[in-house]
């Protein structure tokens, strides 16, 4: 059973998540967390109840803050009756913004790619945690700002045929971009 929050909780879960994205998983040990945080060796068993746990931790307390933050600009961007292209921009930063302006993003980051390439952890985590909460929501949001567009057909625009798209779109802008560039030079 873990242990309820303070100080000691907080410690190591920041110096779990700083450890674990510099590391991964199996290169970060309970020794070295606890000796950092400048904890107890068994602070980890009693507040998480093993390191599995406390990785689970660390993402699970990410995952909800990443997934409200993005709720919250969709929700935000919706009540002032935005146009579509306001939505996506405001959905694409709140999405990105926060993996580049900020070390806490940035380690963040790191740490989803470690755990992209070395999963660790439940499967259905990510989906569930953020995934699938933020989508539906921008779903119903797209439906609100698009006229004529039904909830379906806004499920589909946000799977991977959306970013598809945005790929597509991003690649030709670039190299609109060159090509002018040339041009100019001469």
């Known amino acids: 059973m873990a242990a309820e929050s303070g100080p000691t909780r907080e410690r190591l879960l920041e110096v779990a998540e700083r ?3 510099e590391r991964g998983f199996a290169a970060t040990s309970v020794r070295h967390i606890t ?3 400048g ?10 109840g093993g390191k599995d746990q406390l990785y689970e931790e660390v993402f699970r307390r990410r995952l909800e803050a990443t997934r409200e ?3 919250a600009s969709i929700r935000q961007t919706v009540e002032g009756s935005p146009s579509l292209e306001a939505l996506l921009r405001s959905f694409a930063t709140a999405f990105l913004e926060p993996f580049v302006t900020t070390s806490e993003g940035r380690q963040w980051h790191r740490l989803m790619r470690r755990e992209l390439h070395e999963p660790h952890l439940p499967q259905g985590m990510f989906v569930g945690g953020i995934i699938t909460p933020v989508y ?7 439906v609100r700002v698009a006229p004529g567009l039904d909830l379906e057909t806004a499920r589909y625009c946000t799977l991977p045929e959306l970013i598809e798209h945005v790929v597509l779109f991003s690649a ?9 560039r040339t041009e100019a030079r001469g």
């Open 39 to 48: 904890c107890n060796l068994a602070a980890v068993n009693y507040h998480f």
């Open 136 to 142: 539906e929501e921008l779903a119903a949001a797209l």
């Open 35 to 37: 000796a950092e945080a």
């Open 172 to 180: 030709a802008g670039v190299r609109a971009a060159a090509v002018r």
């Open 69 to 71: 933050q993005r709720l």
């Open 19 to 21: 450890l674990f994205s």
